[in-house]
């Protein structure tokens, strides 16, 4: 299992974003970022694997794509357990989406 946390925080650093978002992104980035590493592996060799998981996800053009949906999710606050939710039908829009 690699690291890919400094990786992509790296990426991210120009962004300037809240720091909670920040990491929220940089653990889901570096979780697919893993999957991809480890699909690779299958067919080539691990520094090739990392390279081509590298630039497959993190490339100039496929995270401002990625941005551009993150900035668009709203980002709720927390609930405690048994609080009714109050936008059951856009919080479903969103993870449809």
């Known amino acids: 299992m690699s690291d890919w946390t400094g990786c992509v925080r ?5 962004l300037h974003l ?3 978002r920040e990491a929220e992104i940089v653990e889901e980035l570096s979780q697919h ?3 991809r590493y480890e699909e690779l592996r299958l067919t080539t060799d691990p520094g090739e694997a990392r390279r081509l998981a590298i630039e497959e996800l993190l490339g100039p053009d496929a995270l401002a794509d990625r941005m ?10 927390s609930i ?3 609080e009714p939710r109050r ?5 479903l829009w969103q993870d449809l989406r």
Request: aromatic fraction near 4%; charged fraction near 20%.
């Open 10 to 14: 790296s990426r991210l650093a120009g």
């Open 18 to 20: 809240a720091p909670a």
């Open 33 to 35: 970022l893993e999957a």
């Open 68 to 77: 551009r949906s993150l900035r668009q999710a709203r980002v709720g606050g």
């Open 80 to 82: 405690a357990p048994g």
């Open 87 to 91: 936008f059951i039908a856009a919080d």
